[in-house]
């Protein structure tokens, strides 16, 4: 706790103060950002810090590895799918990005497969990427791959599938078909900073 205290008083001292008239705006005006981001909840890749953004300028939602679901308008909790219906009918963001990244902990739990202590819910919150995961164990690629390859081609195939699962929501899909929405997949390689389009 003390490190986030610490924190904030830099924060206080620092970025608060150069960018006070900014806050100020956003208190006033409210927020309108061009893109939603939807990024890994590790702490490792901060959409904020990768893209270089100031308040305000994109609306982020995290989550064990950057996955979306596929639409299901039922009485569940759907984060996600509450933070994407936000950002796209009332706030009307223009792009979506799923970012997912390298060494993703979600995605080495899933590859390594079921069983094993996974807790509560990681392992069904994981299975939204399980067709991702059988497409790298399917693959002629995979014979003979070692578990970190196998893992970095599953990060891949499970933004595919997130991009995929986007276009099953009719409020996306609907403003993608006429050109006032935006999607894409991009990878963020932990080691090197590099930021992969995932097509």
């Given at each position: 706790?003390?490190?986030?205290?610490?924190?904030?008083?830099?924060?206080?001292?620092?970025?608060?103060?150069?960018?006070?008239?900014?806050?100020?705006?956003?208190?006033?005006?409210?927020q309108?950002?061009?893109?939603?981001?939807?990024?890994?909840?590790d702490?490792r890749?901060?959409?904020e810090v990768?893209?270089?953004?100031?308040?305000?300028?994109?609306?982020?939602?995290?989550?064990?590895?950057?996955?979306?679901?596929p639409?299901?308008?039922?009485?569940?909790?759907?984060?996600?799918?509450?933070?994407?219906?936000?950002?796209?009918?009332?706030?009307?963001?223009?792009?979506?990005?799923?970012?997912?990244?390298?060494?993703?902990?979600?995605?080495?739990?899933?590859?390594?497969?079921?069983?094993?202590?996974?807790?509560?819910?990681?392992?069904?919150?994981?299975?939204?990427?399980?067709?991702?995961?059988?497409?790298?164990?399917?693959?002629?690629?995979?014979?003979?791959?070692?578990f970190?390859?196998?893992c970095?081609?599953c990060?891949?195939e499970s933004?595919?599938?997130s991009?995929?699962?986007?276009?099953?929501?009719?409020?996306?899909?609907?403003?993608?078909?006429?050109?006032?929405?935006?999607?894409a997949?991009?990878?963020?390689?932990?080691?090197?900073?590099?930021?992969?389009?995932?097509?």
């Open positions: 706790m003390k490190t986030l205290m610490d924190g904030y008083a830099r924060f206080r001292k620092g970025y608060w103060r150069r960018h006070k008239a900014l806050f100020s705006e956003l208190a006033r005006d409210g309108s950002p061009p893109a939603m981001v939807i990024a890994c909840a702490s890749v901060a959409p990768i893209f270089d953004c100031a308040p305000g300028e994109i609306f982020v939602v995290r989550n064990v590895s950057a996955l979306v679901p639409y299901a308008p039922d009485t569940g909790n759907h984060g996600t799918s509450a933070a994407l219906e936000f950002a796209v009918t009332a706030l009307k963001v223009r792009s979506i990005v799923v970012m997912g990244h390298s060494q993703c902990g979600g995605i080495r739990t899933l590859m390594k497969g079921p069983g094993g202590d996974q807790g509560d819910f990681i392992e069904s919150w994981m299975a939204i990427a399980h067709k991702a995961r059988q497409r790298v164990c399917d693959s002629p690629e995979a014979e003979g791959a070692d970190d390859t196998l970095y081609a990060e891949h933004i595919r599938d991009l995929t699962n986007l276009m099953t929501f009719p409020w996306i899909s609907a403003r993608v078909a006429e050109g006032s929405l935006t999607l997949g991009m990878h963020f390689n932990v080691l090197s900073g590099t930021l992969e389009t995932v097509v």
